[in-house]
């Protein structure tokens, strides 16, 4: 099931990456005293009583008027109204409620969508609330006074956040489609790959939530299979702001992995492998999610006997954290080895939920320890007594041992090796957890 995506929205310099930090429990943004410095990860997975979710900063950036301020507050405002299923709208109570505030409270108002109203840089509850009522104004409901600085009042404002998942908390989880998420950077043809898949099918296709959603979900069906595509292109919008467009790609991104099975990772065989390449399969990777790398454009490469060995190679050391990722060429425009696509798309997907019986994976492991001496430390031997999956989507298996200090990453690597030698497990990451298990005696 995937988790809500909770969107943080404000004006510039409200402290949104700062709120954003401290419910991450990292410095993961870069928080500075200038409007538009968030430049770093803006997402992040919080837990809060039992609810996982993944929080989106949505950022800002430098104004030069108003005017600017204004759009790219709308800009962002209809981002997190397209993705997020809760929306945290985060004023100053120092500047007080300002017009761009009122504007944007419209649209969010117009949304729908669950909004939070949080009032930010309440250091002192009784000095600063008569200035909190203010916020009323605005037709958003309770206004959640809070300190993110100083960590006050975080609580109630979470627990208003998560009152709006319980509801739909589990109805995706009925539809057992698989989902494939087509990301990348922006004019890569994942628009194209999928218009090519419709027209090379002839299938049943239905647009859902079209004109309001970024991502685009297309049902295809093919040899009695039904796929949903997610395409994370969706609409290009007439407000988009230049300097924002990786941002808002990402959050797209972000929105659509959290939902897919699968993702197909596109890169423009024009310009090769790229470091926002990179990030974006980041998210996907960090999500344990089933990942195809497809070059596009394939037709437009002058190829000689060398030119796909050099392609992969470079693919592989630029996304070396993945080296578990299938990779294709293929062309949108030609339709070159589009039907392939979906052959690798069934196979990532029962790799993404395969289960390895308990006896057989014990079999590798007294395997590997015997082909293999487990790492020691101080005359301490590192023990591994036993092995289990305990679930899928990824592949998850629990490793008990004598001492999880003595249990190196290159060891766990190596077992991993041992376990795909014995059953592929192509397309997908595999996840281990280690926990310890005291000796007896």
């Known amino acids: 099931m995937s988790k809500p995506i909770v969107a943080i929205v404000g004006r510039p310099n409200v402290g949104k990456s700062t709120l954003f930090n401290v419910l991450a429990g990292s410095k993961i943004s870069i928080v500075q005293d200038t409007p538009g410095v968030t430049r770093d990860r803006i997402y992040a997975d919080v837990n809060w009583l039992d609810y996982n979710f993944t929080m989106i900063d949505t950022g800002g950036i430098e104004p030069e008027s108003d005017d600017v301020i204004l759009k790219s507050m709308r800009a962002q405002a209809q981002i997190a109204i397209d993705t997020a299923d809760v929306i945290m709208f985060l004023v100053d109570v120092r500047q007080g409620l300002v ?18 109203l949080v009032v930010n840089k309440v250091d002192n509850f009784d000095k ?62 994942k628009s194209s790959i999928i218009n090519k898949l419709l027209g090379e099918e002839r299938v049943i296709v239905s647009d859902i939530a079209g004109t ?12 009695g299979r039904e796929y949903v595509f997610i395409d994370t292109a969706g609409l290009r919008r007439k407000s988009k702001i230049k300097e924002e467009i990786e941002r808002f790609s990402i959050i797209r991104t972000v929105s659509a992995v959290e939902r897919a099975d699968v993702c197909v990772l596109v890169i423009d065989a024009t310009e090769g492998v790229t470091e926002q390449d990179a990030k974006i399969a980041g998210i996907a990777h960090d999500r344990g999610k089933g ?151």
């Open 99 to 116: 017009d761009a505030d009122s504007k944007v409270a419209d649209m969010l108002r117009r949304s729908h969508k669950p909004v939070v």
């Open 291 to 441: 990942m195809i790398i497809a070059v596009n454009k394939w037709d437009a490469i002058e190829k000689n006997d060398k030119t796909v060995y050099k392609y992969e190679e470079d693919i592989r050391r630029i996304l070396s954290f993945m080296p578990y990722a299938e990779v294709m060429f293929i062309s949108a425009k030609t339709g070159q080895r589009l039907s392939k696509l979906f052959d690798m798309i069934d196979m990532v997907i029962d790799n993404h939920t395969l289960r390895v019986g308990t006896g057989v994976l014990n079999e590798i492991l007294s395997e590997a320890v015997a082909l293999q001496e487990p790492p020691s430390d101080k005359g301490k031997k590192l023990r591994l007594y036993y092995m289990t999956e305990v679930s899928v989507k990824p592949p998850t298996f629990v490793i008990f041992v004598n001492d999880k200090n003595l249990t190196h990453f290159s060891y766990t690597r190596y077992i991993e090796n041992r376990i795909r030698d014995a059953f592929g497990f192509k397309g997908t990451p595999l996840k281990f957890i280690i926990r310890e298990r005291k000796e007896k005696g």
């Open 212 to 223: 309001t959603r970024d991502a685009i979900d297309t049902e295809i069906i093919r040899n």
């Open 128 to 189: 600063f609330m008569p200035d909190v009522y203010e916020f009323y104004n605005l037709g958003l409901g309770d206004p959640f006074p809070v300190s993110a600085a100083s960590q006050l009042g975080l609580g109630d404002m979470l627990d208003e956040v998560v009152s709006h998942f319980k509801e739909d908390a589990g109805t995706e989880e009925e539809d057992d489609r698989p989902k494939i998420a087509i990301i990348g950077k922006p004019n890569v043809g």
